[in-house]
């Protein structure tokens, strides 16, 4: 997947985003065991220390929280019930992709259930790589659930594994990313929500 086609960032709902999440949704995106693997992910790949949970709302999965984790959404109310949060940032990426935050400022990212959302992913994904330590590792997860009318069409589109691939390819298309990993965390036979992640470290350092 070399190039998007035309309408591949469109969604049904062409609004600003701050209309939809005006309100705050303190519900779960994925179902509990999808949510569990979210959580052993985190831990399998070590993430701590000083954290920035992409997209995030009222819960943020980590089996045990960061030290410091700073989590960044859309409505000030679900940012504010996070107890693992130590700082809150409103923010729309969609609107502006730049993240308002230092360069070089956490040890790892996570973006899970939301990266679907992105209109300008490849934007956000360079400007992760600025945000992050040398070496900092950023995760993605994600389903087959969202918000349809606020999906991006090539997302709504495609199957699961080219999801897989979508997210790789931003890997890819942004500067500052090393190879990225994909992995599938339920198994093919699973009958809940499926999860799949996909993950890559900084080229620098």
Do not use: Q
């Amino acid at each position: 997947m070399d190039l998007f086609p035309p309408g591949f960032f469109d969604r049904a709902d062409p609004t600003g985003d701050a209309r939809f999440y005006s309100w705050p949704r303190l519900v779960t995106h994925i179902d509990d065991h999808a949510i569990a693997e979210v959580g052993a992910l985190y831990a399998e790949l070590g993430i701590t220390g000083t954290v920035l949970d992409l997209m995030g709302s009222w819960v943020s999965h980590f089996r045990t929280p960061p030290e410091h984790l700073t989590v960044l959404g859309m409505n000030a109310d679900e940012l504010a019930d996070n107890p693992a949060a130590d700082a809150r940032v409103v923010h729309d990426l969609n609107t502006d992709p730049h993240l308002p935050l230092d360069n070089e400022a956490f040890d790892a990212v996570v973006c899970c259930v939301s990266v679907d959302y992105l209109t300008r992913p490849v934007d956000v994904f360079a400007d992760v790589a600025r945000v992050l330590k040398p070496g900092g590792l950023f995760v993605c997860t994600f389903s087959n659930r969202c918000f349809p009318t606020k999906a991006i069409r090539g997302w709504l589109s495609a199957n699961d594994a080219e999801h897989c691939a979508i997210v790789s390819r931003y890997f890819a298309l942004a500067p500052g990313w090393g190879e990225p990993v994909v992995d599938r965390r339920t198994p093919l036979n699973h009958r809940g929500d499926p999860l799949y992640a996909v993950w890559a470290l900084t080229s620098r350092g």
